[in-house]
């Protein structure tokens, strides 16, 4: 794979350079595993949502044919009430720490031509990351 085009100037921070490497190192050698993990990754998913209907409380044990999966009970969370929020403080605190997302938009069916007038695009994501050979 080519090289690509680099940033303007690499960042220049030397105490970082073994990690940079060892990240590098580390890629290399966990390459092949990769197809593995991706799948370990989609049958935990899989497996998971098998129990979706269940109580939360219950646990629950799926046969295989020579071993067997263990899912325990949902773990609690602790999530606010948004409404009992919404009548206890202000507008202008509520608006503070309302957040929105596309899933609950599309979720709680709003009509799309809402959502495409409050949609906005801001790069806010992630940064990718990958090594190269220099």
């Known amino acids: 794979m080519p090289t690509p085009q680099l940033a303007k100037a690499p960042l220049q921070k030397p105490n970082l350079a073994p990690l940079v490497q060892e990240l590098h190192d580390l890629r290399k050698k966990i390459a092949a595993y990769k197809p593995d993990i991706s799948r370990e990754a989609a ?42 929020l919404f009548k206890l403080i202000t507008m202008k605190a509520f608006l503070g720490v309302v957040t929105c997302t596309a899933k609950a938009l599309k979720e709680n069916e709003v009509d799309p031509a809402i959502v495409a007038q409050i949609m906005e695009t801001t790069q806010t994501g992630y940064r990718p990351l990958d090594t190269f050979e220099k």
């Not at 998971?48 to 044990?61: L, M, Q, V």
């Not at 071993?67 to 948004?82: D, E, H, K, W």
């Open 43 to 84: 049958l935990c998913t899989l497996l998971r949502a098998t129990a979706n209907d269940e109580p939360a409380g219950k646990e629950i044990r799926i046969e295989g044919t020579k071993s067997f999966l263990l899912l325990g009970a949902r773990t609690n969370q602790t999530i606010p009430n948004v409404l009992k």
